[in-house]
């Protein structure tokens, strides 16, 4: 009897897992094939990006390297004619000698600051271009209003002397239409930053994805997703350093 039920209930079992994987089975390898396909491409661009980097690090250290040489050169020549020359253009020949390796030192600095910016742009574009494909616009939207309602506690937060501007009204750029009650909290937390109350004019932009940006005149808060991403990407690298 005892062997009997077991017997059943590792029946049953079976064609659960069998019906469960005949169900999933099929949108399981979709949504995997999609993954792995988008983590293939990103692997791909953060190649291109690692080569990009080497080759301006490889530039930047010839660059060191040739200026260096100068340096010596300059430095051998006037210690050949030392007997001849006074000591002030010994000296000048090694404020020379200085400048040039500071010189190529800088120029190495800009050179990989340039590049970093650039890898930093392409992270960023990456990322939005991976949300952008991996969620549908019902998705985005909810992330999208989870990031409103954290950054509009961000904002509440922020020092009223950072928002001393007098304007009439805030343009509101976001990818989705605002809810009645996102632009009464909106208006809500600008009035008490700005001590008076502002007309909200808002501006669809889907190019945002996720996130708002205010322009109270020349101010602008970026609250988008962009925007985020930027300030990570940027704290990780400060971080590696």
Partial sequence: ???????????????????????????LRVAMGRLQDLHQESLEKEEVLNKELERARALSQSEISRSREEAKQIIDAARHTADRLT??????????????IAEAGELAKKMEADVLASAQEKAVGMAQELVSRTFAASGRQVLHQQFFDEWLGELALVDKARLSVKVKSAEVLTPFALTDAQKQKLGDVLAERLGYPVTLEEELDPSLLVGIIIKLGGLEIDGSLKNKLAKTVKHLRTKNV
């Fill in 87 to 100: 000591g002030d253009v010994m000296q000048q020949a090694q404020i020379q000698a200085k400048k040039l």
């Fill in 1 to 27: 009897m005892v062997l009997s039920l077991v017997l059943i209930q590792v029946v049953t079992f079976v064609v659960i897992i069998v019906a469960l994987r005949f169900i999933f089975g099929n949108q």
